[in-house]
């Protein structure tokens, strides 16, 4: 096999290799994370307000339940100095309304200090277990991150060394029937040998024409009639039918 066949191998190697890595998926996977960590933060968050919700309820509820209490105590006052009948059963009957607030008002004041405990509980649960989470969704971040990385120095690697290679293929023309594959969209390999009369990309036998043209002219590089593969005969493969001519 020439040096230039060498050469061109090892490329689509490295152009193999770099085809292989999508970074898009790794940022996905990322993004993802980062997603899941966020949704479990603002659940706290929305968990936690909706406790103080509750707590600042109770306290707006206890401030109006002083001031009934504050009113009744004013009302029950002028009762008692009062000197008129009406005066005092209209006072009376204010009381009486007073009162059941102040009883309705105690009333909610006991149900929601039953619901604030109860969120109390399940928000120390879910801080609890939301740690934990975010404990384990951080240490992923940081290993997908660093792959990530890894990832991105990778391609910088392989960039470089195909530009190196591509610069210092001697055969610009043997190189420019490459690229033809690959703009193809031919799957990978784009250049492959043939053995057993067959091309080696999609194992088909080759053409009897085909077939002599490269038992005549073993050193030529020629397109798969098949697939449209770039194909080149090794040198193992003219060594072993060589032999067989003797």
């Known amino acids: 096999m020439g040096e230039k066949i060498h050469f061109l191998l090892t490329l689509q190697q490295y152009e ?13 996977r990322l993004l993802c994370l980062q997603k899941s960590l966020q949704d479990l933060t603002e659940h706290l968050d929305q968990v936690h307000h909706d406790l103080l919700c509750e707590q600042q309820y109770i306290r707006t509820s206890e401030q109006e339940l002083f001031r009934l209490e504050e009113n009744l105590r004013q009302c029950l006052g002028q009762q008692a100095s009062s000197k008129k009948a009406e005066a005092f059963q209209a006072l009376g009957a204010k009381i009486t309304h007073i009162r059941e607030q102040i009883a309705s008002c105690e009333e909610n004041i006991l149900q929601h200090l039953e619901i604030q405990e ?20 951080q240490e992923e971040i940081a290993e997908q991150q660093k792959v990530f ?8 690697s392989l960039q470089e060394k195909i530009k190196t290679f591509r610069e210092n293929i001697v055969d610009r023309e043997l190189l420019q029937r490459y690229d033809h594959v ?16 067959r091309c080696q990309g999609c194992h088909i036998r080759l053409s009897p024409e085909q077939d002599d043209f490269f038992r005549q002219n073993p050193e030529v590089q020629d397109y798969c009639e098949q697939c449209g593969r770039l194909l080149y005969v090794p040198a193992s493969t003219m060594e072993d039918e060589e032999a067989d001519e003797c």
């Open 16 to 28: 193999q290799r770099l085809a292989t890595i999508d970074l898009k998926e790794y940022a996905a």
């Open 182 to 197: 690959k703009s193809k969209n031919i799957h990978f390999p784009w250049l492959t040998s043939v053995a057993d009369h």
């Open 118 to 137: 109860d969120k109390q509980k399940a928000f120390a649960g879910l801080a609890k277990e939301t740690e934990d989470k975010k404990r384990k969704l």
């Open 149 to 156: 990385a890894e990832c991105e120095q990778n391609i910088l």
